[in-house]
């Protein structure tokens, strides 16, 4: 062999070795970059999975501290109630004393309207 073949050879070994890296380094990025895709697809499926769960557990939380609120209302005005009725009461019994006064004291000192 003669020296230019020599370097011939050697430029078309080096060519096809660059070739063959620069094919297997892209056929390399490409893989990670599927593989990375699907993992992000993945993770992605995964937090709308917990949001979906939280979300429907903060909605059944709100749903119970409503029905409490909504429980604690009701025994308030049922409260309201009995505390307006036995106001009214004292109120007629302050009217029955006052009148009960009114008519003692026409009876004791003789006072005419």
């Not at 892209?26 to 992605?44: A, D």
């Not at 409490?68 to 106001?87: D, T, Y």
Request: hydrophobic letters at 40%; a negative charge; charged letters at 25%.
């Amino acid at each position: 062999m003669t020296e230019p073949q020599v370097w011939t050879l050697i430029g078309v070994f080096a060519t096809a070795t660059f070739g063959t890296i620069t094919l297997i380094s892209s056929l390399f990025v490409r893989v990670i970059r599927t593989e990375i895709g699907g993992l992000r697809g993945e993770v992605m499926g995964e937090i709308g999975g917990l949001r979906g769960e939280l979300t429907g557990e903060i909605g059944g939380l709100r749903g119970e501290v409503m029905g409490e609120i909504g429980g604690l209302r009701g025994e308030i005005n049922g409260l309201r109630g009995e505390m307006n009725a036995r106001f009214e009461a004292v109120d007629r019994r302050f009217d029955y004393l006052d009148r009960d006064v009114q008519a003692l004291t026409k009876h004791v000192f003789g006072t005419r309207d």
